[in-house]
């Protein structure tokens, strides 16, 4: 099954900076989404962008989708300490298929 | 709280033991879904069941055998597991399969570790 690759694999950036953390995935997708999960908890929904989107925003949050590069990117402006966290995408194909998680980028803000 | 609840939270086991996990969600949701997360692995998807009707077991070893019983409730059994099942164990809903319309909802995890 296909799978989201995360880039960097881990990012370390001080308070205030803009964290950009970027997703390839292999084959035809409907949605991609990203998550963020603290230390040890479990995953939170972030955003999710459908295949006929190019971008969104939710707060702080800027997600493009490329599907024809097949890639995703993932900004937090103005980042915070409490931003420290791993996130992930994750691809949903068709109506049957499930969605598959990446590796993850780990984040870390300091203050 | 998400919505989805795990237990317990933490649980050590040895390897003759016998123990379940827990899932609830009161969320509507019609599908539900059990994943593992080792260190430095993808989580991997484990079980998945859709209207209470199990549609994928990836080769998991059947020493996890998944029971769900209504919409709302979805358990992991666990016997004679080995010291590499240690890991955080995570329990999801979704509205749909692909979770299209909202995403996946995940519980806190219960972190196992078997000795």
């Known amino acids: 099954s296909q799978q989201g690759e995360e880039d960097p694999q881990a990012l370390s950036i001080q308070e205030g900076e803009n964290a950009t953390m970027n997703c390839s995935y292999k084959t035809s997708i409907n949605n991609l989404q990203w998550y963020r999960q603290n230390s040890g908890r479990g995953l939170v929904h972030l955003i999710l962008?459908?295949?006929?989107?190019r971008e969104k925003h939710s707060g702080r949050l800027r997600v493009t989708l490329d599907t024809s590069k097949k890639s995703s990117s993932l900004l937090i402006t103005a980042s915070r300490a409490a931003d420290t966290a791993s996130y992930f995408c994750?691809?949903?194909?068709?109506?049957?298929?499930?969605?598959?998680f990446g590796k993850g980028t780990k984040l870390s803000v300091k203050p | 709280e998400t919505g989805v609840t795990q237990t317990p939270r933490h649980l050590v086991m040895g390897m003759t033991n016998k123990k379940s996990l827990k899932c609830e969600q009161h969320?509507?949701?019609?599908?539900m879904y059990w994943y593992k997360q080792s260190a430095k692995k993808p989580l991997e998807l484990m079980f998945v069941y859709s209207l209470e009707e199990r549609v994928e077991n990836n080769s998991v070893p059947s020493r996890f055998s998944p029971e769900c019983p209504n919409s709302s409730h979805l358990f992991l059994h666990l016997h004679t597991l080995q010291p590499e099942d240690s890991a955080l164990y995570l329990c999801a809903s979704s509205q749909d399969r692909v979770g299209f319309y909202y995403g996946y909802t995940f519980g806190s995890g219960t972190r196992l570790t078997v000795v």
């Open positions: 962008i459908r295949s006929n989107e």
């Open positions: 969320l509507g949701h019609n599908a």
């Open positions: 994750a691809t949903g194909e068709g109506s049957q298929g499930n969605l598959i």
